[in-house]
């Protein structure tokens, strides 16, 4: 028997794009055919598109609840003006290039759903290459163990989920610190966690596909470098010291066990 959550709105799907025609039109294939589309609402920020995807944006009417095309500051900036127009008990980023991995997703969401709203609902993730292959799940590519449930303690020892599988309630959101250029999204989500008063929700569905190859891909070093500050941030400086030598340790370990294999 599967519940029925009685909120009209459940989810604001929230897409960022910027000058890539042919990644926003597998984003967009990927909401519009989703088999339940009462639930939720989707809003595009575009920022300043020169590619002809600002024609494409309009020629799809009525499907695009809330389009805003305009100059931003960033990735961030633009996910914060996103934000400020959701109107879903859940905020759910799918940038342009990530798809939602089948049609049927928001449908089954919403009903494996509990009839009491956990806070944030998490769920695996399929890795894609820039062709568009399948490259595994995050849950058995990822060296630490896939989570069975978030606190504001779980990414001490590093991400083990994509922000596109991450989907938080609206009210519990806080703007992205657009100090940090790279991993602004890791800092959004602990923020939320450690201000959680509820339960997360593990779903059992593969909810995204993250193409390999974003913004943190291309500046890898200073990604890196940004999470560490973050979490040295959420965590303190010594304890993340601790954590980073477990970090790399374990890399090792995973990498050695691939390789005898």
Known sequence: MTNTVAHPLLFSIVTIH???????????DSIMGQTERKAFEWIVIDGGSTDGSVAYLESLGDQIDILVSEKDAGIYDAMNKGLALCKGVYVWFMNAGDTIHAADVVERLVGELPAELPDVIFGDTEFMDEAGEPVGLISKLKPQPFPSRLHRGSFRYGMNICHQSFLAKRILSPK???????AADVDWIIQILKQMQGQSFRSSLVISNFELGGSSAQHTQKAWKERYLVLQRHYGWLPNLFAHGWILFRRLLFNLKLLGK
Do not use: K, P, V
């Open 18 to 28: 910027f000058n890539d025609l042919e990644g926003l039109r597998r984003t967009a």
């Open 176 to 182: 992205f610190d657009l100090q940090y250029r790279q």
